[in-house]
């Protein structure tokens, strides 16, 4: 499913909240860490959307 609003900022603050888990946890060398946020960051979105689908646009003009 094409990920929403609700899904994409939980994604970002899953993937922050992780990255900032690998910035402190592990030895890992910082030029990883685009990558790996990235990766962490569409991962968790990408999940949330199965949780909060985006609504469609009949949808969101009702319940406003």
């Known amino acids: 499913p094409r990920v929403g609003e609700r899904a ?10 992780a990255m900032t888990a690998v910035y402190f946890a592990t030895p ?12 962490l960051t569409f991962a968790f979105g990408w999940s949330a959307s199965y949780y909060w689908p985006r609504e469609s646009p009949a949808t969101a003009a009702v319940s406003g």
């Open 8 to 17: 994409a900022l939980a994604g970002l603050v899953a993937g922050l909240a």
């Open 28 to 39: 890992l060398a910082w030029p990883w860490y685009a990558l790996v946020g990235s990766a």
